[in-house]
Nanobody, 114 residues
């Protein structure tokens, strides 16, 4: 059982930045792939970025060049640095961990609006 707790969501203006954090219970094995997903109102949940234990990353086309995912296994935490935020980035952002099973955090709200 893995517990994930996201934090850092906020209301920001277009062009602003946010850094989301996801704290995992216990130690994060390098075998776990971590990820960030988001779900906007009326939309399906979609992958934003993922990172393997070895540091390989994947980004959705809509966030490439603007978002950066990284992890600190010593702190059992994964981060999502979001820059140049746009209204289209408004969504609940969820942390994800997977190995044999998939785990989800409770989500943190990001609102990009002027």
């Amino acid at each position: 059982q893995v517990q994930l707790v996201e934090s850092g969501g906020d209301l920001v203006q277009p062009g602003g930045s946010l850094r989301l954090s996801c704290a995992a219970s216990g130690s994060i094995s390098s075998n776990y792939e971590m990820g960030w997903y988001r779900q906007a109102p009326g939309k399906q949940r979609e992958v934003v970025a993922t990172i393997t234990g070895g540091g390989s990353t994947y980004y959705a086309g809509s966030v490439k060049g603007r978002f950066t995912i990284d992890r600190d296994n010593a702190k059992n935490t994964v981060y999502l640095q979001m820059n140049s935020l746009a209204p289209e980035d408004t969504a609940v952002y969820y942390c994800n961990a997977r190995r044999f099973f998939i785990y989800w955090g409770q989500g943190t709200q990001v609102i990009v609006s002027s």
